[in-house]
């Protein structure tokens, strides 16, 4: 029989109630056979500020075993800026090696986009996620003083390039539209420019049914806003596609619905997957948090984990619910049990 | 009797047609008494064909005596990447220390946007120019290898932050709002983000009156489609600035008429003008392009040489001219002609 050994950090704010739902709808969709194990990890604000600790080594052993992590939303104005973000967030997907940063954006049907018209947005976008200048490196010299020089160094290399975007090749090739845009600023980042710009020229000989595309990221927000339909498959880095996801989400029907994968295609470490959006500290508590991003980003981590007809009814599911959503307002646990109604349905 | 010293830099593309058109605007707004002396400079991509220079001392020195520099667009796909953005267009911003770069967004009435139900839009984005990613600093190790390492070095100042940090709440001040946002990303980009953060609260507190604000870039982009009349200025680093700009001229009315200025408060160098948009070489010599882009920045050139009348002038004709436009196409010399009549009536 099979079994899902799943690591759970719903964090803090909203993310215990969103966590709630996703692990409800991921229960209901699960076929009788496969065993789900949870182990709930209490990562966030509220441990920071018990015991100082963000992610310890020993937290890193802990999480390893399992097959899949589930993230709420990791934040908290009690926290200073950077404390949680570099401490947990990132050092996670740096430790565990999260290359694959996995973006969907699709506009369903019936959900309200801030962009006239309506138009037709369906696009993945696979975001760079262990290097760039989210690395940590620089520093700091003169601090506080008014000589204070502060860099940021963005490492980029032909290793940690080529993987993510053959990986980004891979999911083109694998869609109707069969196209890839590379999201960079070649022309003023020289140096990661020409790395990134040519690694995407070479590994695109070994995929000669891929149309190709680059767009500077500047450009590429204008695109977003005036003609996503453009967009199949984004391969971009780190700080890029921190960015152009937001957006993304803006335009596809708001961070409420954006889901995201943390991924690390070799399987030596578990992938994590959560919701875009953040913590939302200002209606935490009070059930007003759409649970959709998240119970999409289970039907994410169902998908890496083989289970394609489990995530497709999730995310049927969530696309009718939305589409039907009325103008009442429904609490999280509300729309988590509609959602759980119409996976068992399904 | 006053004059103003203009270096006149078409470049290619269609830059050669908009400019054209800012001149006889200029020309036609100027007073009686102000007299005009333009002088041409070639640069761009058919002197780098046929010289391999971009920029020289002798021609930084020939821009030097004059009060301002029109610049239409620079840029052509028969040139390499990065060859004349690093060595013309970087280069002089870097060379005058330009180091605030202006871009006002404003939803002229009767303008189209991609938003909708067509929200208000007015606010000014002062765009670091001298620092940050944009330095080239970095390198590359093992190029074109399987172990290519590439750094991209993001330079920040005490010196440079506090200098546009300070300029932007001159602005705010300045505005009815009175509002300031900083954007950065400083949750991750720790070194940098603590640099422009500790600066920005520093020089506030000489601005009792403005009212502060933070947003990481990824969710001002959220707030640029959702809700862009939360901003009055925006205070950021030079890469964030400029993705942000550009998505700010895609829903204030595209970059059409986007505007620009670089400008050095000190006065030691001329401040130079130039639309956001490229050279566009499809549409190059067609007569297609909207000069007004061009033509707004006309009136920057204008305000910041302390023609505050004829700027608001031409972008009161810029406006009327806007909110007039039917559906016929018209060309640019049209535009440019219409425009010309407005300002001389005004
Ligand atoms: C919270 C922050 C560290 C994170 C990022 O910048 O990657 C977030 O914005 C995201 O997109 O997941
Ligand atoms: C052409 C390029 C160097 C430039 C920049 O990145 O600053 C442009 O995008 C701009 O915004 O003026």
Redo the contacts with the bound molecule.
């Keep these: 029989s099979r079994s899902i050994k799943l690591a759970v950090i719903p964090g803090d704010g909203i993310g215990q109630e969103v966590v709630a739902q996703g692990l409800k709808v991921l229960s209901a969709v699960l076929p009788q056979d496969v065993k789900l194990e949870t182990t709930d990890f209490d990562f966030g604000a509220k441990r920071y500020h018990a015991t100082g600790e963000t992610l310890t080594d020993a937290d890193l052993a802990a999480l390893k075993p399992h097959d899949a992590i589930l993230l709420g939303a990791i934040?908290d104005p009690s926290v200073p800026s950077g404390v949680l973000?570099r401490g947990f967030?990132?050092k996670l997907r740096f430790a565990f090696d999260h290359h694959v940063n996995l973006r969907p954006s699709k506009l369903l049907p019936g959900v309200a986009t801030p962009l006239a018209g309506q138009p037709e947005i369906d696009f993945v976008v696979v975001r760079e996620g262990t290097e760039g200048p989210y690395t940590g490196n620089g520093g700091t010299i003169r601090k506080g003083t008014p000589h204070e020089v502060a860099t940021e160094v963005s490492v980029n290399t032909a290793f940690g390039v080529e993987r993510v975007v053959r990986d980004a090749f891979a999911r083109a090739q694998a869609r109707p539209r069969k196209k890839l845009t590379l999201v960079h600023k070649n022309n003023v980042l020289t140096f990661a420019g020409h790395l990134w710009t040519n690694v995407f020229n070479t590994v695109a000989k070994e995929f000669p049914e891929v149309t190709t595309d680059y767009i500077h990221v500047d450009a590429a927000t204008i695109y977003l806003v005036t003609d996503p339909a453009r967009f199949d498959v984004i391969v971009t880095d780190n700080l890029f596609g921190?960015i152009i996801?937001d957006l993304a989400a803006a335009v596809s029907g708001g961070i409420g619905v954006a889901a995201s994968g943390n991924i690390n295609p070799s399987g030596d470490f578990p992938s994590m997957f959560e919701p875009?959006h953040g913590s939302a500290p200002d209606i935490a508590g009070q059930g007003k948090a759409d649970p959709s991003a998240t119970v999409l980003s289970v039907a994410l981590l169902l998908r890496h984990l083989g289970y394609e007809t489990e995530a497709v009814r999730i995310e049927t599911a969530v696309s009718a619910d939305l589409a039907e959503r009325g103008t009442t307002a429904r609490t999280t646990d509300e729309i988590g049990d509609a959602l759980v109604s119409r996976v068992v349905a399904s």
């Design positions: 934040g973000e967030l990132l921190d996801t875009v």
